[in-house]
């Protein structure tokens, strides 16, 4: 019984010592400066950035982090010299570099971080890499106390700078060999009246190439060349969109990593034109009235280069909204009267170039319309009745409608949902069959209030 008590007690003391410092939790990952994957050549300096996300919320008592500690691989060496710095949610803190055995870099902060704030941790130096190649060097990371007591165990690998990137601890040593030069390159002007350069050439056929740089200088200019990353080894096109006009040489690379290039190759020399074609217009324009005014949506334009979206009705402004690919949307609050109303959306570009408008007409009814209707012509302004909830003024609750036959047989049920304005009947029966030509009567109810009238479906 005695050694059953003095075991129980040394499993907990090993609990109660693993647990020691566990409530700050956090996960890091480390990239190459410049490159989103985890790639460096063998025998080379390269940037490197440690990026930590540590949440504080439950930290304790001797949970204060002083220091930050990267254990770097065999063959991975740096100094105090190639420290950069480090940063907290993108501002600089104040730090010294302790590098022990040219393998391990110790970050200790002037001053230990208490507060119980979560935060992105961004720690930047230079490290040489070894002459061996590796598919899985294992850098590891640590944080340590004012006792210099660890915090924890190492950090664990994960997302922590919100980019597709290298997203472990992980990096890859590949031969310190640059690639063969990227053949077939050509560069082409656009002749149809856009500012654009087409690219082409052939793929590398070496395994170990991430991508490709492109070069683009403006001749008029004394300026660095702009840089086109292109991060796919397959692509063999690149098309260069809202060329400023003037006159520009291209040259490609392809590269193992930023820091491993092939030779730039030979230059080609293009002239662009200004802007002078009309974007296309917009697609699936829907004008939908609602309890907010008149929701507008519409699908965006498949040219590249529009950066203005003009919404009107009739010959009035009503917005122009940026480009801005997540949502096509404007709601017109104007208290509009009875009557016919054109809405239209235009596309513009950088070149200020107008696509043609993409138009609907909305009816704002106090009756419902058309009476008589078709359902089976194709026009959907003829094929379809309309009926406002506005046909009952300063009524308000839930809108339904109610269809009949000349002998009281109900066809039909329609009920709105929360802020829908209007209800459509198709002309179907609840089972989804085209009624027959005739007169039919409808009761209109928007919460205690109701109107009866009669509708004419001809075939």
């Given at each position: 019984m005695k050694n059953i008590v003095i075991a129980l007690i040394i499993i907990g003391s090993l609990l109660i010592a693993n647990n020691n410092y566990g409530a700050v939790t956090s996960v890091g990952e480390i990239n190459v400066v410049g490159q989103t994957r985890g790639v460096v050549p063998a025998n080379s300096t390269v940037p490197l950035i440690v990026t930590l996300s540590i949440d504080r919320s439950l930290a304790e008592p001797g949970e204060?982090?002083?220091t930050i500690e990267i254990a770097m691989p065999l063959g991975f060496l740096t100094q105090s010299s190639y420290f950069k710095g480090i940063l907290r949610d993108r501002n600089e803190i104040p730090a010294r570099p302790v590098v022990s055995g040219g393998n391990v870099l110790r970050v200790e902060l002037a001053d230990a971080i208490v507060d119980f704030q979560n935060s992105i941790y961004?720690?930047?130096f230079e490290c040489r890499t070894p002459n061996t190649i590796t598919l899985k060097a294992v850098f590891r990371a640590r944080l340590r106390n004012r006792d210099d007591a660890p915090i924890g165990e190492f950090i664990r690998e994960g997302q922590a700078d919100?980019?597709?990137?290298n997203d472990d601890f992980n990096l890859e040593v590949i031969q310190n060999v640059p690639p063969d030069p990227v053949i077939g390159f050509a560069a082409e002007a656009d002749g149809t009246?856009?500012?654009?350069?087409?690219?082409?050439?052939q793929k590398s056929g070496d395994p170990d190439v991430n991508g490709y740089l492109i070069y683009r200088n403006n001749e008029n200019t004394v300026t660095e060349d702009d840089t086109i990353n292109v991060e796919n080894r397959s692509s063999t096109t690149f098309r260069d969109v809202n060329v400023p006009p003037g006159s520009y040489t291209y040259q490609i690379v392809a590269y193992k990593t930023i820091f491993l290039q092939s030779e730039r190759s030979s230059k080609q020399t293009v002239v662009v034109s200004p802007d002078t074609a009309a974007p296309e217009p917009p697609t699936m324009l829907s004008i939908t009235p609602s309890s907010d005014g008149i929701e507008i949506f519409w699908k965006p334009s498949s040219s590249r280069d529009v950066t203005t979206y003009r919404i009107t009705e009739g010959s009035t402004i009503l917005a122009e909204i940026n480009e801005s690919k997540t949502e096509y949307k404007f709601i017109d609050d104007r208290p509009l009267p009875t009557g016919s109303f054109i809405y239209a959306v235009i596309a513009i570009d950088e070149a200020n170039n107008e696509s043609i408008p993409l138009e609907k007409r909305l009816r704002i009814l106090d009756e419902?319309?058309?009476n008589p209707f078709t359902p089976l012509s194709p026009d959907e302004d003829f094929n379809q009745v309309v009926f406002p909830a506005r046909a009952l003024e300063e009524a308000s609750g839930e809108f339904t409608v109610l269809i009949f036959d000349i002998?009281?047989?109900?066809?039909r049920s329609l009920?709105?949902?929360p802020g829908e304005t209007e209800l459509i009947w198709d002309g179907r029966n609840e089972a989804g069959e085209i009624v027959e030509s005739g007169v039919y009567v409808y009761q209109l109810q928007v919460g205690e209030s109701f109107k009866t009238g009669t509708l004419i479906a001809a075939k």
């Open positions: 204060e982090i002083k961004e720690i930047i919100s980019k597709l990137n009246g856009e500012n654009d350069v087409t690219l082409r050439w419902p319309y058309p002998d009281g047989m109900l066809v009920t709105a949902s």
